[in-house]
Nanobody, 125 residues
């Protein structure tokens, strides 16, 4: 069974940067598109970014476009999210997830079938 483990969260001042990592177990990581989602207190989980299996295509939510970069290293079974110009409204628990191979809607959480436990990102003003 594939497992995903996020790391790299923490407390940062507005304008700062963080890099999140998501380590995947198993040998199928490179076969799947992956995504990052986030959930702030009292809000629904929202799409942040997605990357195809080979890293050839990426897609971002408008709220993070130009500030966040999703990438992956298939040799290391690791997904990344480089976050810059952080804002207080970026405060949330961030989750990495494996996209269901047959899902067509990549910005809905319903299209992802394996999730990590999440890592907290807090941006102070």
């Amino acid at each position: 069974q594939v497992q995903l483990v996020e790391s790299g969260g923490g407390l940062v001042q507005a304008g700062g940067s963080l890099r999140l990592s998501c380590a995947a177990s198993g040998r199928t990581f490179s076969s799947y598109a992956m995504g990052w989602f986030r959930q702030a207190p009292g809000k629904e989980r929202e799409f942040v970014a997605r990357i195809t299996w080979n890293g050839g295509s990426t897609y971002y939510a408008d709220s993070v476009k130009g500030r966040f970069t999703i990438s992956r290293d298939n040799a290391k079974n690791t997904l990344y999210l480089q976050m810059g110009s952080l804002r207080p409204e970026d405060t949330a628990v961030y989750y990495c997830a494996r996209k269901n191979m047959y899902a067509t809607n990549f910005y809905s959480s319903r299209g992802y079938d394996v999730w990590g436990q999440g890592t907290q990102v807090t941006v102070s003003s």
